[in-house]
């Protein structure tokens, strides 16, 4: 297979700004000419290796960072984008796409917010929602889609945030439990604690300074709660400075953005990044093992392998993603080059969907995608009783993957076939973008394709996707 060039004009400019270099400084720096250097700033050479050794040897830069990461998800992005009927035929080809992500990725967020603005309102308008007669209903992203977007496009890991939890969880050689040091921490702040049958998780009283728990909570959720409370009340200063930097377009956006930020340094404080990522890779990322080691559920250590991207120190890249049983994506992220749908729902071939038929049970799978990549996913039922007769309880799916080039770092695929082309079960993003001809699970037509109708014919589907 060629070796895919790596054209990173974008990383290069941002990386000379942020040292403060102008661009014959950098030149110089790098061992090379300005013109040189000016035709890899605007994508029209590939970065060389000699380039990269210069950045690794001049400015100890992580190469990982010119990773494709990023663009890669704003092409799918747009591709889902341009599916919409209300473009017609006027998507541009998959070429322009790939170069407006590169050298313009703020024009390709920018046009993906004016369409989200434009579904956002036409939904309105299509099922009579009542802001039709409200003069204060903005069109911009809804505040859950602009927080899970933030996310999104910061690889799922938040630098500063990551740090600090991890530097809490270290801070005490005494207490090893986080659950004890979240408990001294929280006394030394002069906050009693209580539990009770409670309907909530969690509730905590500003006036009398008591935080009060669910009698109901299992180990991992108490942990994890009584860590999130900890953030919200000694990491405010970094939660606050971190939420000026996103800038969110609405203060609901905002306020569901610091519940995210508290989520996330709990988590970090739960699997410390270091000790995780250690503890991972000689585990071959064995979820139980880890979530035996760490105190913590399936679902956290899944999620938390998905944010392990801190640069000069990453982990393997994986997606993440639950699911109810409506097949609703409720959490997602990829550091991969699998992308989720953003609109709709997500491929019905996807193993995920599947682990609800098989409850306490690891499901694997071996997937392609339409463009060749080919992953090992896992996927798992995840059910949250809610502690009491006839208490509701909560079911989702958890699904975990990563390309198979990867393989030889994760148990789940030992005894896979990953040589046989066979073994691999085509699965799509959504059936709007997805090209595959002769998929039966098919739900609408692929809307970049022309179709055929022939009444007197009828296969798998009644009409045939053209070439």
Known sequence: MATRKLYAGVKLRETRSRLG???KDFAIRLGISLPYLNQMENNNRPVSSTVLLALVSEFGFDVTEL?????????GDMREALADPVFGDLAPP???LRLAASNAPALARAFLELHRAYRQSHERLASLDEALGREDAPLGPSPWEDVRDFFHYCDNYIDAVDRA????????DTAADPEQRALAALEAQGISLSFKDMPGLREYDEDTRTLTLSGHLRGPTRRFQLLHQLALLTQSQLLEA???????QSPAARAIARIGMANYFAGAALLPYNRFLEAAQETRH???LLADRFGASIEQVAHRLSTLQRPGAKGLPFYFVRVDQAGTITKRHSTTRLQFARFGGACPLWNVHRAFETPGRFLRQLAETPDGLRYISLARDVSKPGGAWRAPVRRYAIGLGCEVRHAD???YADDLDIDNAAAYEPIGISCRICERRDCHQRA???LERRLTVDANRRGLLPYEVAD
Do not use: C, K, M, Y
């Not at 990773?67 to 092409?75: I, K, N």
């Not at 939890?165 to 005490?172: H, K, L, N, Q």
């Not at 971190?242 to 969110?248: K, S, W």
């Open 94 to 96: 998959l070429a322009d």
């Open 444 to 446: 609408v037509p692929p």
């Open 242 to 248: 971190t939420l000026d930097l996103a800038r969110f």
């Open 21 to 23: 270099l102008t661009q």
């Open 409 to 411: 770092q994760i148990i």
């Open 286 to 288: 064995d979820l139980e």
């Open 67 to 75: 990773s494709e990461g990023d663009a890669e998800r704003l092409v």
């Open 165 to 172: 939890a991890e530097r809490f969880a270290r801070a005490s």
